[in-house]
């Protein structure tokens, strides 16, 4: 089955600063790629996702890279605030075929926006 | 606005016991989801489901089962609680399709064995 890998597993930023996170998967297969972001004692909600037709994608301070040859993609956060501490996590999964398989997730970041 | 509603937000049960863990969505999506989030393992998928008494498989499914009789809910079941599935379960829906879209999570269950 898929694997995901995450790197790091905490990231402490000086608020205004970037940051980057990290996924590795195994299949060639995957073909979706979401983020999420879960606040301390709140459920995943998603912030961005890219599809393998897609290099990048961007949406206002969140951007994310897929390099299919590869097989990483990668989170980045510009200026970043106070409000973007949480943990994220990345996920690969195969899309097609009538059905939706389960999201494989990575690890999870702890990001830490230090004031 | 997506609703995914888990019908208890923390549970204790006694090993041996069985136990039950219910979902509910109530924006008619196909697919439905158990995943289980444990500190430094990150989400782990149990079971899925992408219709109506339809079940897959997820990557750690051992211990587990899942009922979907309804289309808006899906039910984790613990044939016979164990301490080590001592957990947060994440239960999430999403629409169907050839494509996969954003997953919907509720707020979880925290289940709790002794």
């Known amino acids: 089955g898929e694997n995901v890998e995450q790197h790091p597993s905490t990231l402490s930023v000086q608020e205004g600063d970037s940051a980057v996170i990290k996924c590795t998967y195994s299949?060639?297969?995957?073909?979706?790629f979401p983020w999420y972001k879960q606040e301390l004692g709140k459920r995943p909600q998603l912030i961005i996702d890219?599809?393998?037709?897609?290099g990048e994608k961007k949406d206002q301070r969140i951007a994310v890279t897929l390099n299919k040859t590869a097989k990483h993609f990668s989170l980045h956060i510009t200026e970043t605030q106070p409000e973007d501490s949480a943990v994220y996590f990345c996920a690969a999964s195969i899309s097609g075929g009538g059905g939706a398989d389960g999201l494989t997730f990575g690890k999870g970041t702890h990001l830490i926006i230090q004031p | 606005d997506v609703k995914v509603t888990q019908s208890s937000r923390y549970l204790v049960k006694r090993t041996g016991e069985k136990v039950f863990l219910e979902c509910v969505q109530d924006?008619?999506?196909?697919?439905m989801f158990w995943y289980r989030q444990d500190p430094g393992l990150g989400l782990r998928l149990i079971y899925f489901s992408y219709d109506v008494k339809m079940k897959e498989k997820g990557d750690i499914p051992e211990g587990y089962s899942v009922s979907r009789e309804k289309k808006e809910r899906f039910s984790l079941i613990l044939e016979s609680a164990s301490t080590n599935q001592t957990s947060m379960y994440l239960c999430a829906s999403s629409k169907g399709g050839s494509m996969n879209t954003e997953a919907f999570f509720g707020q979880g269950t925290r289940l709790t064995v002794v």
């Open positions: 890219i599809r393998s037709n897609v």
């Open positions: 924006m008619d999506h196909e697919n």
């Open positions: 299949d060639s297969a995957s073909n979706y």
